[in-house]
């Protein structure tokens, strides 16, 4: 299995890279085209602001690149964020594989930190990417934006709001959530995205 990490000015790619790892597969990290293109599986990781980080992709052709991937990807975080048409974060137009805006965390009540930051569940999941989910699963989240409950939500969770934890369309998936920092659960969705 010749599994992908999409390298740009993004973080925690390192995280990423180490739960493959453990899987007993030895994954490519990089930024060339052709390389990620031949891949098996693809995962479009990291943390970061949209603005920047669109800029690299656009700088060095991974854009396009991605959006034109027909082999299983998975977009984590910023990842899945970017994945979307648009994001509130400086006004970013992103890459519309899901046709669907991402919000700003407006909080409700003094109780509400943002950005939420730790543990929450993960409910109503669908698809082979949660495969054994039966219940709701706690997994980690670091982030300022949300994107809601849309057509192509697999996973919600609530904080201020419903909003979607996963996505899912044709060979695109994502979650907002760091399965690479999620432990066991964690692990098993990454099992889960390997082995579709």
């Known amino acids: ?6 390298k740009y000015n993004a973080g925690n790619i390192g995280s990423v890279e180490n739960a493959v790892r453990r899987m007993g597969i030895e994954p ?20 970061g602001e949209a603005h920047s980080t669109m ?26 964020q970017l994945l979307c048409r648009h994001s509130e974060e400086q006004d970013t137009d992103c890459l519309g594989v899901f046709d669907v805006d991402v919000k700003r965390f407006i909080p409700q009540q ?4 943002v950005p939420q930051m730790g543990w929450n569940t993960i ?10 989910f039966d219940k709701p699963e706690f997994v980690y989240f670091i982030h300022s934006f949300y994107v809601p409950t849309c057509d192509w939500t697999i996973a919600t969770t609530n904080y201020i709001q419903p909003y979607s934890s996963a996505l899912h369309k044709d060979n695109f ?21 390997i082995e579709l």
């Not at 299995?1 to 999409?6: E, K, L, P």
């Open 173 to 193: 998936y994502a979650t907002q959530f760091h399965p690479e920092k999620s432990g066991q659960v964690g692990e098993k969705i990454l099992k889960n995205f």
């Open 123 to 132: 409910e109503d999941t669908k698809t082979t990417l949660f495969e054994g």
């Open 28 to 47: 490519i990290v990089t930024d060339d085209v052709e390389k990620i293109q031949k891949a098996d599986r693809v995962i479009f990781p990291g943390q």
């Open 1 to 6: 299995m010749n599994v992908a990490i999409v």
């Open 110 to 113: 003094h109780e509400n930190k």
């Open 55 to 80: 800029a690299y992709l656009q700088a060095h052709r991974l854009d396009e690149m991605i959006v034109g991937l027909k082999q299983p990807v998975l977009g984590i975080c910023i990842g899945m």
